[in-house]
């Protein structure tokens, strides 16, 4: 089966541009015309180097990322930036009570650490909207890091939706902890599409911005770079890089840098143990990571030339218009698909209210779910050479997922089946 006979929908890892793939398989024999492939080259290497700072001048110019931001690429997965952003800003917020608390007491050690472990018992907090399957995770690894009394799980979206995804209630339902100047939260976390259930934040949540707006943290793994984002909104923005990015290998922090020393300082090891607080791994820790150019340890850097090539080629595609070409094409992808599967309201049902569907994982139901009818979509589907369509094993279903390397021609081709299919059925 040739690469040109297939569209891959799988949810990640996802499809790359053929021509990346193409002279990716040229470098990995063969860097640069050095005699070794870029697998083997140092990551400290002057290459290495020129490598990364390509990847964040392309990003940059896609997200109009502001110069009081760093990006950083690391190991960790998505996954790894859940247990990050707890660790990270869990202790900046300690060093600031600390810091604060000594001011008003001066140099007795002893009163401001019972202060602050007082502080921390009844103040330290971490909210969470928890609109699908990974935000849910992400809050379930705050809890384990950090104890379930401090996390506030500020939206459960499956309590308005009879126990399931698939709605985002309206703001006034959340219970955001109060913002107030110098505390509040230690930050606001939400996943900006959520892959396993189709869920989509329209827009950035008006509750959190405006003065003395919380920290946000935002996983955009499975949207990432598909439309435009204000990334000033965010304190942390991250993503995996393998569905609208590059291969599996690397997540990417976009991270504002007053959260960097000497801005912001961490709280060191020893107060975090006197607190009981957890002290993340050094490969996490993001003033390091910051601190090396993401070159702490070793980076695989074939996987940040991948992404680079892939962002590279979308600002040529794209010139001036950027990410505003890419948000379009996206759009209309989804849309015709989404029209299409309304169209035929016997035989589809999208699965996530209409106001939050992604544009992103297109979730839905064949025949109302049953099992025979959806395995014979699903069969019919890959006769045609359209794979990957099926939902992730926790919810079942049909999911297509439309990233950036899924063409326009491919959407087209879902869209032609999923007419013949409701016309035949
Ligand atoms: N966040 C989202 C939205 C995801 O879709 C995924 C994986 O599919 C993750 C996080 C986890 O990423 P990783 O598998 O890289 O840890």
């Known amino acids: 089966v040739n690469r040109s006979d297939v569209h891959y929908f799988g949810a990640g890892p996802a499809p790359l541009p053929t021509a990346v793939l193409e002279r990716a398989s040229q470098v990995l024999l063969n860097y640069k015309d050095k005699g070794i492939g870029l697998c083997e080259i140092s990551h400290r290497s002057p290459d290495a180097n020129d490598i990364l700072a390509d990847a964040k001048q392309a990003l940059t110019t896609l997200l109009d990322i502001p110069d009081d931001y760093e990006i950083l690429f690391l190991q960790s997965g998505g996954s790894g930036e859940f247990s990050a952003t707890v660790y990270n800003l869990v202790s900046i917020w300690v060093e600031k009570k600390r810091a604060k608390i000594a001011e008003e007491v001066g140099d007795d050690k002893a009163e401001v650490l019972k202060r602050l472990r007082k502080a921390v018992d009844e103040e330290l907090k971490l909210d969470y909207l928890v609109t699908g399957s990974w935000s849910l995770k992400a809050s379930q690894e705050a809890t384990r890091l950090v104890g379930a009394q401090h996390v506030n799980v500020a939206l459960d979206a499956r309590k308005a939706n009879g126990g399931k995804f698939g709605t985002i209630p309206p703001e006034s339902e959340w219970n955001l902890t109060p913002r107030k100047s110098g505390g509040g939260p ?33 996983d955009m793994s499975s949207n990432f770079i598909s439309r435009k984002v204000d990334v000033p909104k965010y304190a942390v923005i991250f993503g995996g890089a393998q569905k609208n990015i590059g291969n599996t290998g690397i997540a990417i922090v976009i991270l504002r840098k007053s959260l960097l020393p000497p801005a912001s300082m961490p709280a060191s090891p020893d107060l975090l143990r006197e607190l009981n607080l957890p002290v993340g791994p050094i490969i996490l820790d993001y003033p390091t990571i910051a601190k090396n150019n993401s070159l702490y340890n070793t980076l695989p850097i074939f996987d940040v030339w991948v992404a680079s090539q892939v962002m590279t080629g979308l600002v040529n595609a794209y010139g001036v218009k950027r990410i505003g070409g890419q948000e379009e094409i996206s759009n209309d992808k989804a849309r015709q698909i989404y029209e299409t599967l309304d169209r035929y309201p016997e035989i589809y049902r999208v699965v996530p209210d209409k106001a939050v569907r992604s544009r992103m994982n297109i979730c839905f139901r064949v025949h109302g779910g049953d099992a025979e009818k959806e395995k014979a979509f699903l069969a019919g589907a890959e006769k045609r050479g359209l794979l990957g369509l099926k939902g992730h094993r926790s919810v079942g279903g049909i999911r297509a997922s439309n990233y950036n390397a899924v063409s326009l021609s491919g959407a087209k081709s879902l869209v032609a089946y999923l007419e013949d299919y409701a016309k035949a059925a």
């Open 186 to 218: 230690a930050l606001v976390y939400f996943c900006d599409n959520e892959t396993v259930d189709g869920v989509e934040f329209p827009a950035f949540p008006h509750s959190l911005e405006g003065e003395d707006a919380p920290l946000v943290c935002a």
